[in-house]
């Protein structure tokens, strides 16, 4: 069965303040792994797509990469309007397209 | 391009009573997942149907959960009776096919069973 594990489960930061989220995964096959952010009282929305180890994706003040364990979301100088939940989920080999999310990371960023 | 829209976004209602959620995903997409968010977890897929045929309904509470997605366009869910553990936030999402790639997700709608 597939797994992800997110860590910190909550993070604050000050405006500017560098720092990654972590996820780790277990899955047989790897066909991809999601970042999404979800905003409260919204759906996820969909931020990237990573298929093969050492593969990296970036946009804005955000930046994604992966390894054959774990993926890092790394926030560069981020602002307040990055404070949301980012969730981590991954789709195998048996799975169709099905995602298997994690519980996420809840980020605040303060001024 | 419109997103994929959920109806109502919330809804009360009393342990074992009945309730109904409609999806319309983005036009297109051949692909339409549901999925049940209980607040500080992930989305939990419940169920997904390529056109109108079901993909994988593995993890749907049969006994109480129904789904269906007339014309391989519009779906609905169905909750009957519900249970004190169903409050959750259910969404709906759509990609356009199986062979992977992003999915794009509703808005929810949040499930208060009291």
């Known amino acids: 069965e597939d797994q992800v594990t997110q860590s910190p489960e909550a993070l604050r930061l000050q405006e500017g303040e560098s720092s990654s989220l972590n996820c780790s995964y277990t899955?047989?096959?790897?066909?991809?792994l999601f970042w999404y952010r979800q905003d409260p009282g919204k759906g996820p929305e969909f931020l990237f797509t990573?298929?093969?180890a050492g593969e990296e994706k970036e946009k804005e003040r955000l930046k994604a990469t992966l390894t054959k364990k774990e993926s890092f979301l790394h926030i560069t100088a981020p602002k307040p309007e990055d404070s949301a939940t980012y969730l981590c989920?991954?789709?195998?080999?048996?799975?169709?397209?099905?995602?298997?999310f994690g519980t996420g990371t809840q980020l605040k960023v303060e001024l | 391009e419109a997103g994929v829209a959920q109806s109502p976004r919330y809804k009360i209602i009393e342990k074992r009573q009945s309730v109904a959620f409609w999806c319309n995903p983005i036009?297109?997409?051949?692909?339409l997942y549901w999925y049940q968010q209980i607040l500080g977890q992930g989305p939990k897929l419940l169920i997904q149907?390529?056109?109108?045929?079901?993909?994988?309904d593995s993890q749907l509470p049969k006994d109480r959960f129904s789904a269906e997605r007339l014309k391989g366009v519009d779906s609905t869910l169905k909750i009957q009776p519900a249970k004190l553990e169903d409050s959750a936030v259910y969404l709906c999402?759509?990609?356009?096919?199986?062979?992977?790639?992003?999915?794009?997700f509703g808005p929810g709608t949040r499930l208060t069973v009291t």
């Open positions: 999402a759509s990609s356009i096919g199986l062979a992977g790639g992003e999915q794009y």
């Open positions: 899955v047989s096959g790897l066909r991809g």
């Open positions: 990573l298929y093969s």
């Open positions: 989920a991954v789709t195998g080999q048996g799975g169709g397209n099905k995602l298997t």
């Open positions: 036009s297109g997409h051949a692909t």
């Open positions: 149907f390529q056109n109108n045929g079901v993909v994988d």
